[in-house]
């Protein structure tokens, strides 16, 4: 019985700036981009760290802000974005986490203010806004509810003051106002309101 091998081409690569600063690093198989890439700032700190596998993403590819801050993690499969992904403003503080699905936004986002709080929460369908959605001010008062269907407002939506109260309540069909309108008069009861 004869065994064969086959020899893999293995070489690091680097890549400049024209000022002769480090680019980027990482290793290639046959030509062809695998395992860790390192990308640095033409300062020299690093702007992202990379996996691939065949040429494309493939695992967790990390992201800092030219402080050396990170900024994002995400996961790739075969180039394609997929799973948890999660966001961070320069601060540190967490901006937005979710699911990716085919590079598109699925399933349950957050999204928050760069002081912590809550933004907003809802889901996604295909990259576009498809269910229950929650919207908070600074305070995290809530201000806005509602659902989307592909994209657009439909069925109830409720819109709150500052303070918390009942503002105004209607309906959408598909992303257009329908229906009677509702507003909040002084006493908190609702009336008609001509939109």
Not at 20 to 24: C, L, R, V, Y
Not at 26 to 29: C, D, M, N, P, V
Not at 60 to 65: E, G, N, Q, R, V
Not at 83 to 98: F, M, P, T, V, W
């Given at each position: 019985?004869m065994l064969y091998?086959?020899a893999?081409?293995?070489e690091?690569q680097?890549i400049?700036y024209?000022d ?5 690093k990482?290793?290639?198989?046959n030509?062809?981009?695998s395992g860790?890439?390192?990308y640095?700032?033409?300062?020299g700190?690093?702007?992202s760290?990379?996996n ?6 493939d695992g ?6 030219d402080h050396g801050?990170l900024?994002?993690s995400?996961h790739?499969a075969n180039?394609?974005?997929e ?16 699911v ?6 699925e399933?349950?986002w ?5 002081n912590g709080n809550l933004?907003r929460?809802g889901?996604y ?5 498809d269910g229950?959605?929650k ?20 069925g109830?939506w409720?819109y709150?003051k500052k303070n918390g109260e009942?503002?105004?309540?209607g309906?959408?069909h ?5 229906g009677?309108?509702?507003r909040?008069?002084?006493k908190?009861k609702l009336?008609?309101?001509?939109y």
């Open positions: 019985m091998s086959v893999v081409a293995q690091r680097v400049h024209e002769g600063s480090i680019k980027a990482g290793k290639l198989e030509g062809i981009k860790v890439w390192n640095y700032y033409p300062s700190i690093l702007s760290q990379e691939y596998r065949n040429d494309q993403l967790i590819a990390k992201y800092f802000d801050n900024i994002a995400e790739w180039g394609i974005q799973d948890s992904s999660i966001y961070y403003y320069a601060n540190g503080q967490l901006e937005k986490r979710g990716f699905k085919n590079s598109l936004y399933g349950k957050f999204f928050y203010f760069n933004k929460i889901f369908a295909n990259g576009l806004p229950a959605w919207f908070y001010n600074e305070q995290q008062i809530l201000i806005q509810e509602g659902a989307f269907e592909y994209g657009l407002e439909h109830e409720k709150y009942l503002e105004f309540v309906n959408y598909h992303g257009e106002k329908i009677i309108w509702f909040s008069n002084k908190g009336k008609p309101f001509k």
